[in-house]
């Protein structure tokens, strides 16, 4: 199996054209919690049915693409980690012994949970692999990208008393969050934060607000910010000293998610928050 060969199959892609397609498959994978499998499948007998074969054996959505490397095909399938591309190569040896009883190969899995690696690197180190292991018919993997990249999330205080601005900055900074990373800014009333423009770009982002305050009070905060487009992007805690059932009311029809009434305790506080971000990893 050559690369000439390869480049009869329209079904295949070349390489340049694939690392562009992982590269915006990988940008997505923090926000769908998703994983990607790169396989690379290597012949060890001489032959030619392998692409043919493959081509009719992959789903709709999976990709088969040429390597600059001599006897190999790759194959990169999407919303698949390594438990579903293991299946998926065991399926294909078993029908691929059958439709080419003289044939052998073997194929390496590398599972993507993470946007910090290039298609070439998980080629080479697959290729490596392969050539040094020449096994029949077995699957080797490679873990190494499997610990998912951090997702960036924005955190917004906005509260005029400075020394519980201090508190709650200090108690966002030191949670521990698995899968994401808080970037924080402190505002001491509405005015201040809506003329910054750390609310405008495309990061999820929690808004930690009092209802009063000097300048553009709370809910005119949270009328602005479910009024803009990317408005689904924002979870809004609203602080208040007001215990009535209907400001509560008020708050959640106009876009509130959550109502903290003071005085709160902190630790219920932290856990508000870390359940909120449970929540947007399921």
Same mark, same amino acid.
């Given at each position: @199996?050559?690369?000439?060969?390869?480049?009869?199959?329209?079904?295949i892609?070349?390489?340049?054209?694939?690392? /562009? +397609?992982?590269?915006?498959?990988?940008?997505?994978?923090?926000?769908?919690?998703?994983?990607?499998?790169?396989?690379l499948?290597?012949?060890?007998?001489?032959?030619?049915?392998?692409?043919?074969f493959?081509?009719?054996?992959?789903?709709?959505?999976?990709?088969?693409? @040429?390597?600059?490397?001599?006897?190999?095909?790759?194959? +990169?399938?999407?919303?698949?980690g390594?438990?579903e591309?293991?299946?998926?190569?065991?399926?294909?040896?078993?029908?691929?012994?059958?439709?080419?009883?003289?044939? @052998?190969?073997?194929?390496?899995?590398?599972?993507?949970?993470?946007?910090d690696?290039?298609?070439?690197?998980?080629?080479?180190?697959?290729?490596?692999?392969?050539?040094?292991? /020449?096994?029949?018919?077995?699957?080797?993997?490679n873990?190494?990208?499997?610990?998912?990249?951090?997702?960036?999330?924005?955190?917004?205080?906005?509260?005029?008393?400075?020394?519980?601005?201090?508190?709650?900055?200090?108690?966002?900074?030191?949670?521990?969050?698995?899968?994401?990373?808080?970037?924080?800014?402190?505002f001491?009333?509405g005015?201040?934060?809506?003329?910054?423009?750390?609310?405008?770009?495309?990061? +999820?982002?929690?808004?930690?607000?009092?209802?009063?305050?000097? /300048?553009?009070?709370?809910?005119?905060?949270?009328?602005?910010?479910?009024?803009?487009p990317?408005?689904?992007?924002?979870?809004?805690?609203m602080?208040?000293?007001?215990?009535?059932?209907?400001? @509560?009311?008020?708050?959640?029809?106009?876009?509130?998610?959550?109502y903290?009434?003071?005085?709160?305790?902190?630790?219920?506080?932290?856990?508000?928050?870390?359940?909120?971000?449970?929540?947007?990893? +399921?």
């Open positions: @199996m050559n690369n000439q060969l390869l480049k009869q199959f329209k079904e892609l070349a390489l340049d054209v694939t690392s /562009r +397609l992982f590269n915006l498959l990988k940008a997505n994978i923090a926000r769908t919690k998703s994983s990607i499998s790169v396989l499948i290597e012949t060890l007998t001489a032959n030619e049915t392998l692409p043919h493959l081509s009719q054996e992959i789903r709709q959505n999976d990709t088969l693409f @040429m390597v600059e490397h001599e006897g190999f095909i790759g194959v +990169l399938l999407t919303q698949s390594e438990q591309a293991t299946a998926f190569l065991r399926r294909i040896f078993e029908r691929y012994k059958e439709y080419d009883e003289g044939a @052998m190969i073997h194929a390496h899995i590398t599972d993507i949970r993470t946007s690696v290039s298609l070439d690197a998980v080629i080479d180190a697959a290729v490596a692999k392969l050539k040094k292991q /020449r096994e029949p018919w077995f699957i080797y993997s873990n190494a990208y499997q610990q998912p990249t951090q997702e960036t999330v924005k955190v917004s205080v906005i509260e005029e008393n400075p020394i519980f601005r201090q508190v709650l900055y200090a108690e966002l900074e030191r949670l521990q969050l698995k899968h994401f990373s808080l970037e924080i800014a402190v001491a009333d005015y201040e934060f809506l003329q910054s423009d750390f609310y405008v770009s495309s990061h +999820l982002h929690l808004v930690i607000v009092n209802d009063i305050l000097p /300048r553009k009070n709370g809910m005119a905060v949270v009328h602005h910010l479910r009024h803009m990317n408005q689904r992007k924002f979870i809004i805690y602080m208040t000293s007001r215990m009535s059932e209907m400001d @509560m009311i008020s708050a959640y029809k106009s876009g509130v998610d959550e903290l009434v003071k005085p709160f305790n902190l630790r219920l506080f932290e856990a508000q928050i870390e359940r909120t971000f449970e929540r947007l990893w +399921l």
